[in-house]
């Protein structure tokens, strides 16, 4: 049996390009991703004895990293309406603030997503890894997969279509 500091080395010279790619899908910056990727290298850390062994241990490590990042996400959202409500939002006009807008709403309602539908959106469309690679990293079928992303594809268009009411 491998030691804990072995598995996080074995982790770190194979996968941390798709764990830094995996941050960069969601978060976008690169300050960001950085900070995601220790933080969620250093929860699994803290959690190795929780880890059960039912997944790969890069799959585990994902995991938490997918969800460190959608608390980034979360949190820069709040930031946002916190500034907009005092008016100091960047000064953005035309098309570039529209685009801006949709792509926040996006964020935020990926953000809102179910975590099984949020990873499986982040993993298997965002990720850039092959359908067989996502489902293997996700411990889930191909089939099952594509299931999960057709739900979350489902429940984010309604997510949409109703802040956009609400804001009509």
């Known amino acids: 049996m491998e030691t804990r500091e072995q598995a996080f080395d074995q982790l ?9 790619g995996t941050a960069m899908r969601i978060l976008g910056s690169p300050a960001d991703v950085d900070d995601a990727v220790q933080e969620a290298l250093m929860s699994a850390w803290r959690k190795y004895a929780g880890y059960r062994g039912q997944s790969e241990f890069a ?8 969800n460190v990042c959608y608390d980034i ?4 959202a709040r930031e946002h ?15 570039d603030a529209e ?3 949709l792509l926040d709403r ?9 975590e099984l539908y949020r990873e499986s959106i982040s993993v298997g469309v965002l990720s850039g890894l092959s359908q067989d690679e996502a489902a293997a990293m996700l411990g889930c079928s191909r089939n099952t997969l594509y299931q999960r992303i057709h739900k979350a ?4 268009s309604q997510s949409i279509r109703e802040v956009s ?4």
Do not use: F, M, N
């Not at 594809?153 to 984010?156: N, S």
């Open 99 to 101: 685009e801006e807008c």
């Open 153 to 156: 594809k489902q429940l984010l």
């Open 106 to 114: 996006l964020d935020a309602a990926v953000a809102r997503l179910p």
């Open 81 to 95: 309406e916190v500034l907009e409500h005092y008016g100091e939002s960047d000064d953005v006009s035309g098309e």
């Open 59 to 66: 799959t585990w490590v994902t995991r938490i990293l997918i």
């Open 165 to 168: 009411y609400e804001q009509a």
């Open 12 to 20: 770190i010279s194979e996968k941390l390009g798709l764990l830094r």
């Open 73 to 76: 996400v979360r949190d820069r």
